[in-house]
């Protein structure tokens, strides 16, 4: 077995900036413009506004299909970040990830990536976990919400019918990494080699209860209503995993962590597509 294609080069991501203090959302966007616009097969679309906050309440997406692998279509993951808009780390790290798969595409083969660098632009501008309305849209999925961010996203998870979904937060209660692996049994199998390739930046918490839950060695099953997640039709249901930084650690380490943690989970999936084509 091939060993895990995790931090096989740094250099791609020393072209990308640092995490500015001033303009959180204006910063992260014009980041990922510039790396459009440096790789035109990254393809940015601008899905809507979330309102309140003029020009800063763009919801953009911005879509990668890595080299056709040996077997039959792309695997197409759904990638999010910034729900709560006082956990930029996550949107960060998606453009790192971007940045590279585009320096090595053969990292991204057989997958097709759609990034949602932030999910909750007027949270981000504000620096709070909600949105402008006061409300936590990681709990208004799927339950007839009016915010525009939840009904652009819904819209987004119906058209798109991903394959997997990925949900980059980070927890202030937490000491360390965990996350939540729902839907598919794949979810937990590619969970597991993430959080383990992440802790080489920031410690795995191994509580026996995590956010309320019962949690095995950082892994949750169950989670709140309402979160991110697939319409309740689609068949066959995606993989759904929300991968989770300890928010008071600096916020270089949750990036490096989260980016670490995709690039684990990917190389796993690439080998588990691998060994499906050659039974
Ligand atoms: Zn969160």
């Known amino acids: 077995m091939p060993a895990l294609l995790v931090s096989a080069d740094p250099a791609p991501l020393a072209t990308v900036p640092a ?40 919801l953009v997406r911005y879509t990668w299909k890595g080299p056709r692998g040996g077997g039959t279509g792309r695997v197409k993951l759904g990638l999010f970040a910034g729900i709560h808009g006082d956990e930029p780390a996550g949107g960060w790290a998606l453009l790192d990830f971007a940045a590279a798969l585009l320096a090595r595409p053969e990292l991204g083969e057989g997958f097709e990536f759609v990034f949602y660098p932030c999910c909750n632009p007027t949270g981000l501008v504000l ?21 525009p961010e939840v009904r ?24 360390g990494l965990y996350g939540y692996a729902r839907g598919r049994l794949l979810a937990e199998e590619l969970l597991r080699p993430a959080l383990a390739a992440a802790s080489a930046v920031l410690p795995a918490n191994h509580d026996s209860v995590i956010d309320g839950f019962p949690a095995e ?48 989970l990917v190389a796993t999936h690439r080998r588990f597509i691998s060994y499906a084509d050659g039974l």
């Open 19 to 58: 995490m500015p203090t001033v303009d959180p959302l204006g910063s992260l966007l014009d980041a990922f413009l510039s790396l459009s616009a440096e790789h035109p097969e990254l393809l940015g679309f601008t899905l809507g506004r979330s309102g309140g906050a003029g020009e800063g309440g763009a």
């Open 127 to 147: 620096g709070t976990r909600f949105n402008s309305a006061g409300l936590d849209l990681n709990r208004e999925f799927w339950r007839g919400s009016a915010q």
């Open 152 to 175: 652009l996203l819904e819209h987004e998870l119906d058209l798109q019918s991903f394959d997997g979904l990925i949900a980059l937060h980070a927890d202030d209660t937490s000491h």
């Open 217 to 264: 060695r950082g892994l949750i099953r169950d989670c709140f209503c309402g979160v991110l997640a697939a319409p309740a039709g689609q068949r066959p249901q995606p993989f759904d995993i929300i991968f989770e930084t300890p928010a008071l650690e600096p916020l270089a380490a949750q990036r490096s962590a989260a980016v670490l943690g995709l690039q684990a």
